[in-house]
């Protein structure tokens, strides 16, 4: 949607803080706080935008506005990298902790011995069978019968049953991240075409006298 007052328009939607799904978990915070920055100096910018007639003296407080909301930003993402790999490791512990089971080979040569591994160790997944599973996931793919695809499949279907909440949390951190990062070039990308040109605005209105003589 453009706003047909203002040359730089409306944010995307997407951009709009309450499009983090799942805002109100702590670890998304960071997310929907930068959201809110980039979409409340936007405004700011905008509406700013219409009522400046000197467009020149703007350029330079956009430049600051712009750089506040974009250090904001990669603050959060930072804050999110590193909730996600705390959440990350947390499902790994689940999933797959290194215990260093003295009965690890004997599990794997049972599991190679099987007529198809990769079957059934998602029958082990579903029945919640950790330590068949840990066995696998703690070894080379071969030493199962496995190639690294399904091994990658296995984890994958492991974490979702096992630790589904976090799954879900890990997704939304990585849209969220995602969003931010979309509207943060996006905001940056406009803004410096609109500073280069608000700057010469003082120029252009000058020049407008001799181009009328």
């Known amino acids: 949607m453009k706003n047909k007052n203002s040359s730089i328009g409306d944010l995307p939607l997407d951009a709009h803080p309450g499009a983090i799904k799942g805002g109100d978990n702590p670890l998304l915070t960071p997310a929907k706080r930068a959201s809110e920055s980039l979409w409340d100096s936007w405004a700011k910018l ?46 790994n512990s689940v999933v797959s902790p290194k215990t260093g089971d003295p009965l690890g080979a004997e599990i794997r040569s049972h599991i ?31 030493l199962s019968g496995l190639t690294t695809e399904q091994c990658s499949s296995l984890l994958a279907l492991a974490q979702k049953t096992f630790c589904p909440e976090e799954v879900l949390l890990i997704e939304n951190i990585d849209k969220a991240a995602a ?35």
């Open 46 to 91: 905008r509406d700013t935008e219409k009522s400046v007639t000197d467009k020149s003296k703007l350029a330079p407080i956009a430049q600051k506005v712009v750089e506040k909301a974009l250090a904001t930003t990669d603050k959060a993402l930072d804050s999110l990298r590193k909730n996600r790999e705390l959440l990350t490791a947390k499902v």
């Open 112 to 142: 190679k011995a099987q007529k198809s591994a990769f079957i059934f160790l998602a029958a082990a997944v579903k029945s919640g069978d950790k330590r068949t599973l840990a066995a696998a996931l703690n070894a080379p793919a071969y």
């Open 179 to 213: 969003r931010l990062s979309r509207t943060a070039e996006h905001i940056s990308t406009t803004i410096a075409g609109r500073i280069r040109t608000w700057s010469n605005a003082a120029d252009d209105d000058a020049l407008k006298g001799l181009k009328n003589a």
